[in-house]
């Protein structure tokens, strides 16, 4: 893997166009998750169609100017996070403070990365800004934004936001409306929406009871078997020939049914269980996330546009012997009932755990893979006009918990195939019996970045 070292520009702070609302936003009970005080980061590459066009150095200043201009729509962006009384609850003071801004230089190529671009990018940290404790958000600039040219002409995008303030979809609208307005659009293609109140459970609500999922009071940080220092991060590859092997081993309904989503995460979760060899009788979990933006009938929905945490968890769980020796229709199975659970009083019931300031799901690490489907998020309309994407999604660094989330992104492989690339990080040993499950679950190799 190529090495390298990013020659960074002094940090800048990029303030809002124009002049912007100076007010208090409130966040929802799900932007003021504990577990959402944290930066998250997402990295796009892209290639300029013509070497040279625009020159080397306007690239930066286009993505500048851009992004100056989106902070216009999405200016609390621009504000700080302050602690209410008590410490429980945070509001964004819209001060337009700003953002921050880093040019960077690497003496490396595009193709070097490697094809498809896949997770682990080569010396990731090098894409990504310096935010410091990332999971100190209090009163520090809620948005870094790191562009990185390479000697090719392409370059990276690293896109660091804090957690409290957007979910993986809302990033991508913001990143969306940055591409728009470096692409020459006058106004950004979705208009971005706050309403985080439609998220605030009712007082009603809020006291009644309602039965959540609660393994463990106090999951630990980090578990003697998941050691950041000793992790690993690779990159399978699910096409459509790897799709049609999990189909497969599935009787003639359930393979009919299943979604693509359903397929690769009880496939991944299986396999993950029995390279980790957890004794038989413990408990094992996986977590997923629904989006409300779609899958919740709220009346009223959340408008378009919304750009807030919208994304609820949910768990299936199994003994780890009946989940390793059962064929993968029993996975499936349990993957689609968590999925079906996601109703509209189980997101109430979320919303009004969240209110009482409680977790509604703690789960030990080292016992659960954590997933989510961004492969949806219209990767297609990255498009800068004068530059293509060419990959990316999320950069699988930071603390122990970005590190074993897993973000389903969509990609092409060698051979031009739609696929699903699904990036997960193990200890070392336990990625080799990992990739062994999965070769022999999908009867074929599952394509990886190596």
């Known amino acids: 893997m190529v090495t390298f070292t990013a020659c960074r520009s002094k940090p800048e702070v990029v303030v ?22 944290l930066y998250v980061t997402f990295i796009e590459f892209y290639r300029r169609r013509v070497v040279g066009v625009p020159e080397p150095s306007a690239a930066s200043s286009i993505i500048k100017a851009a992004l100056s201009e989106a902070l216009v729509y999405y200016y609390p962006v621009a504000g700080r996070l302050r602690e ?54 209090v009163g520090k600039p809620l ?46 293609s979705v208009l971005p929406s706050w309403e985080r109140h439609l998220l605030v459970s009712s007082a009603e609500a809020a006291s009644e009871s309602y039965q959540v999922h609660n393994d463990a009071k106090s999951p630990p940080a980090q578990t003697p078997l998941m050691i950041l220092e000793e992790m690993v991060t690779r990159t ?34 299986k396999c993950r269980t029995a390279a980790l060899e957890h004794a038989p009788d413990e408990r094992v979990f996986v977590l997923f996330f629904t989006n409300a933006r779609g899958s919740w009938k709220r009346d009223p929905p959340l408008p378009a546009g ?19 020796g059962a064929p993968l229709t029993y996975a499936v199975q349990l993957v689609h009932e968590a ?8 997101v109430r019931s979320m919303l009004a755990v969240l209110a009482r300031g409680e977790r509604y799901v703690n789960v030990a690490l080292d016992k659960t893979f954590i997933v989510t489907d961004v492969s949806r998020t219209g990767n297609n309309l990255m498009d800068l006009g004068w530059a293509e994407r060419v990959g990316g999604g999320g ?32 200890p070392e040993l336990a990625m080799e019996r990992f990739a062994s499950q999965l070769t022999a679950v999908t009867k074929e190799l599952a394509r990886s970045s190596l």
């Open 16 to 37: 809002p166009a124009r002049a912007t609302p100076q007010e208090v936003k409130q966040l929802s009970d799900v932007d003021n998750q504990r577990d959402l005080r």
């Open 84 to 137: 209410l009384p008590g410490g429980d609850k945070l509001v964004v003071d819209c001060t337009a403070e700003g953002v921050v801004f880093v040019e960077a230089h690497a003496d490396v190529r595009l193709v070097e990365f490697g094809t498809p671009l896949v997770p682990p990018y080569p010396c990731v940290d090098e894409l990504i800004c310096q935010v410091g404790d990332l999971r100190a958000v």
């Open 143 to 188: 948005l870094y934004l790191q562009i990185t040219e390479f000697t090719c002409g392409g370059f990276a995008l690293a896109l660091t936001m804090c957690h409290n303030i957007v979910d993986a979809f809302g990033k991508m609208q913001l990143l969306k409306c940055i591409v728009d307005l470096a692409r020459g659009q006058a106004a950004p």
């Open 236 to 269: 399978f590859l699910f096409g459509p020939r790897e799709i049609a092997a999990l189909r497969a081993s599935l009787p003639a309904r359930l393979a009919q049914s299943a979604t693509v989503f359903e397929l690769i995460t009880a496939a991944v979760w």
């Open 306 to 324: 919304f750009y807030g945490n919208a994304v609820f968890n949910t768990t299936a769980e199994a003994a780890v012997g009946k989940l390793c």
């Open 339 to 346: 999925k079906i659970r996601m109703t509209d009083e189980y």
């Open 395 to 426: 950069s699988m660094a930071g603390d122990i918990v970005n590190r074993l989330a897993s973000a389903y992104m969509s990609c092409k492989n060698a051979n031009g195939e739609e696929c699903v690339m699904m990036p997960i990080s193990l």
